[in-house]
């Protein structure tokens, strides 16, 4: 089979696969949080300290609450079909419009979160498949440990303390300098500046995660015959690792990465708290505590696309890297 | 006992400052009229924190702290209010109320233009009264008496009242009642009017930008009508919600200022220490939060009047105002607190005295069970900020001892306003409740039998019905003679001690935490509720 012919397949697979997952993901959320006790109103009325039945009355018929459910359904699901997601009570504004604002937030951060953790997690998997055993190998599993089993929060938090607060080098918080009116290169490197540290937090996790797994998997193919043979026809030892083994060990990473894809968007809505970015985690945690249920949902739905696209890419990819899959 | 007072407070936090080294706080943030008047510098941004980020940036149907914190700088309202809640003119410049209390007379403040540009007039105040009256959730009991607003000129206005209101004249602040510019709200639901997220208003700053989860950006107003104010050119609003992070934005200088206890109370003897960081606690006479157990009267154990005598003999409120509170609380054993003219400060708490609860646990026929326990019961508590979460563990370890199990359980905002106000499967709770600037609109609500409305936040929770307490409660929101009106809130604060459907524990005091390069930002009883005209900036 060739190569187009086989991308087809996998795309025309995952778009038969896709919609019924996403109309399923969306009734069953709806419900799901339907379960969930007191809404928008409750809320807005706890925050404000005060109401009457008529206030309240007012919020829930603007909000559209004072609907039955089913018809709320409808209603959601007919917004939907005009591809709206909706209106957010607790933000006053559509709900595409709000994930859209937050959407390049998130996309930067996990984009340099995920690159830092890669390379980073990659390159020390390498260097403790290499020598394993041996004191580099141990040095860096002790510090791979620590990395995967410290809270993110508590990490964050301590590089808030000694970068912003002692060092004064970078900035405690935000996306970018507010009111600063930036442009061009002063403005990316503000954003820069800005994203290094909840990045790195982010990143550190993952760092462990995938310096674990690429060091199982290397010492796994470093076994095999084709290794051996590279081995013998005299190849440097760091050629045979980076060419043979690495290439090798990298699909159980791929399909880890295209997990930690969608988990990434709602896992980082801790990183996102403590930095105070402004992203999707941060909107769909924000979104909980104020029943929210719109935008809850409108996150969830774009994550569960998310979650395919990236699927679809971690299929593609692994055809590539490994031309017996298909 | 020593209580200490606000004053004592400042001048107990001055001390303890200087002794840590640092200059004790300086009266730049001194009462208005006693500054130098060519002391104070134009220019500058101004860095505000602002948690949790409001809805709406209008206060007309949304009373969130917030919002009204933000909305006050666009907005205006007829009035503002000195340190003892006199009236002050804002857009109002005179007033005065015929001897009936049935007539209030407004002169407006001439030559006041909307950020828009077209002129302010009496149109918009009667407007926005009505308005208020409609849709604002404590408008609705304010306003109730209101039968028309008269505009005889452009710049009267008149407030035509069906019965007396003694306390409308202390709910005219901007942030409780804004005034709106009629133009704009005129036609079209004013709930989904846009200029509530992009604010039009008359005072000293104007809507610039509000980026969702970040800022909300305010430029100075050239052309405010107190020429020259306001003194700083920008006023930014940021959104930090973990409490970590605000207190290292106050820190590096990120923050400058933050109201309603910014940081955690366990971090502001750290951050007080630092030489460019003070504290304020005047500012907060609108609020007057009150930590309280509100208990439920249809619970077949809590409706025996001695099971809650006994309940209120076994918990100390010292350790609530010290321990639960870190001691910035004032003992409250009445639901008038003690910063209002109507508190009665002959009533003391009921005293802890464990022995006499277990006597009166005794009497009602709940004697301890073979493993030691009288009962059980669940605690609920409001998780808002962390208090009442350390008040309610400490109720449960006080019962231990007089023999009652109190399993303490979490829940989240929406969902424990839900199980307290309108499914009502409690036992008994801890609670804040603001008690406001007056006992008729903040106090009422929560015993007033003709308030106990299930499905309404902060209304009358434990389901109390006293004839007594309903006749004093009417007829004090009606008296316009101060000296009976303070007699009758004295009677009833008396028929609730006794009676005790809430048990009353202290008054959390407030606190605003600044960086020493801004000055008054509190100049009055709205504290950061007001508007920031007279906020400016050293170096």
């Known amino acids: 089979m060739d190569r187009r012919a086989r991308w087809q397949t996998i795309l025309r697979r995952t778009a038969w696969q896709a919609l019924p997952t996403v109309v399923g993901i969306v009734v069953l959320n709806f419900f799901l949080l339907k379960l969930m006790p007191g809404d928008a109103a409750d809320v807005i009325a706890g925050e404000s300290g005060s109401a009457t039945k008529e206030s309240m009355a007012l919020l829930r018929a603007k909000f559209g609450l004072d609907q039955p459910l089913p018809v709320q359904l409808w209603n959601y699901l007919e917004h939907l079909a005009h591809f709206s997601l909706g209106y957010s009570p607790r933000y006053d504004m559509p709900v595409m419009q709000l994930i859209l604002s937050r959407l390049p937030n998130t996309l930067l951060l996990m984009g340099v979160a995920l690159s830092l953790a890669l390379v980073v997690g990659v390159a020390l998997g390498a260097v403790m498949a290499h020598w394993a055993g041996k004191w580099p190998d141990r040095v860096l599993s002790v510090l791979a440990l620590l990395f995967y089993s410290t809270p993110g929060f508590w990490i964050g938090l301590l590089a808030i303390i000694l970068f912003a607060v002692r060092l004064g080098w970078l900035p405690s918080g935000g996306n970018a300098t507010i009111g600063a009116n930036l442009h061009g290169l002063a403005y990316a490197a503000d954003v820069a500046k800005h994203v290094l540290l909840p990045a790195a937090t982010l990143a550190t996790f993952f760092v462990a995660i995938y310096a674990r797994i690429t060091r199982a998997a290397m010492i796994e193919v470093q076994r095999l015959d084709f290794v051996r043979t590279a081995q013998a026809k005299g190849l440097h030892p760091w050629r045979v690792t980076v060419r043979h083994v690495l290439r090798n060990a990298l699909m159980p990473l791929t399909t880890l990465v295209g997990l930690h894809f969608g988990t990434l968007l709602g896992g980082a809505a801790v990183t996102e708290t403590v930095f105070n970015w402004p992203g999707l985690g941060r909107l769909a945690l924000d979104a909980v505590l104020a029943r929210d249920f719109s935008v809850l949902l409108g996150v969830l739905l774009l994550s569960s696309l998310l979650v395919i696209a990236a699927n679809v890419v971690v299929d593609l990819l692994q055809a590539w890297l490994d031309p017996r899959v298909s | ?539």
């Open chain 2, 1 to 539: 006992m020593a209580r200490l007072t606000r004053r004592e407070f400042l001048i107990a936090t001055g001390a303890a400052a200087a002794t840590a080294g640092v200059p004790a706080l300086s009266r730049a943030q001194g009462a208005p009229g006693t500054r130098g008047a060519g002391a104070r510098k134009p220019g500058g941004t101004l860095n505000v924190l602002i948690n949790p980020e409001p809805p709406v940036l209008v206060s007309i149907f949304q009373t969130t702290g917030p919002t009204l914190a933000v909305s006050s700088k666009v907005l205006e309202g007829l009035l503002a209010y000195d340190f003892d809640m006199r009236p002050t003119p804002q857009l109002a410049t005179a007033w005065s109320i015929s001897p009936d209390g049935l007539r209030y007379t407004f002169k407006l403040r001439p030559n006041v233009r909307w950020h828009d540009g077209q002129p302010f007039t009496a149109a918009d105040v009667a407007f926005s009264i009505d308005l208020l009256k409609a849709i604002h959730p404590r408008g609705h009991s304010t306003f109730a008496n209101v039968t028309k607003v008269e505009t005889p000129d452009p710049h009267t206005a008149i407030i035509q009242l069906s019965k007396p209101a003694p306390f409308l004249l202390k709910a005219l602040s901007a942030g409780e009642s804004p005034i709106v510019p009629r133009h704009l709200y005129a036609s079209g639901d004013p709930l989904s009017n846009p200029h509530n997220n992009v604010p039009v208003g008359t005072g000293p700053f104007r809507f610039k930008s509000w980026t969702r989860g970040a800022s909300i950006v305010y430029e100075r107003n050239p052309d405010y009508w107190d020429a020259g104010k306001p003194y700083i050119d920008a006023l930014v609003y940021k959104v930090i919600p973990d409490p970590a992070a605000r207190s290292a934005a106050f820190e590096t200088g990120a923050l400058d200022l933050g109201g309603e206890n910014p940081v955690p109370l366990t971090d502001l003897p750290r951050l007080t220490k630092l030489p460019h960081l003070v504290t304020e606690t005047r500012g907060y006479r609108f609020l007057e939060p009150l930590s309280e157990i509100d208990f439920n009267l249809d619970h077949p154990i809590l409706k025996d009047q001695r099971v809650r005598q006994a309940i209120a003999h076994a918990i100390n409120p010292q350790i609530v105002q010290k321990t639960v509170a870190y001691g910035f609380a004032d003992l409250s054993p009445t639901p008038i607190t003690p910063a209002s003219p109507y508190h009665d400060a002959q009533l003391a708490p009921y005293a802890f005295d464990p022995h006499a609860a277990e006597a009166l646990l005794d009497a009602a026929g709940k004697p301890r069970g073979a493993d030691g326990v009288r009962f059980r019961l669940t605690h609920d508590y409001l998780p808002y900020g962390d208090m009442y979460q350390r008040q309610s563990d400490y109720v449960k370890s006080a019962l231990a001892r007089v023999g009652i199990d109190v399993t303490v359980r979490s829940q989240d905002l929406p969902s424990f306003l839900k199980r307290v106000y309108t499914d009502r499967q409690f036992d008994f709770t801890s609670i804040g409740v603001n008690t406001l600037f007056d006992p008729a609109v903040g106090v009422q609500r929560l015993y007033w039998s003709k308030n106990f409305r299930p499905g309404v936040p902060f209304s009358n929770a434990p389901h109390y019905s006293s004839p007594q307490a309903d006749r004093l409660l009417e007829a004090a929101s009606v008296e316009l003679d101060e000296s009976r009106r303070t007699d009758l809130y004295k009677q009833f604060q008396q028929t609730v001690y006794r009676d005790l459907p809430i048990l009353n524990l202290v008054a959390p005091r407030m606190v605003t935490l600044a960086n020493r390069r801004v000055h008054d930002h509190t100049v009055s009883a709205q504290g950061l509720e007001g508007n920031f005209a007279d906020v400016w900036l050293s170096a």
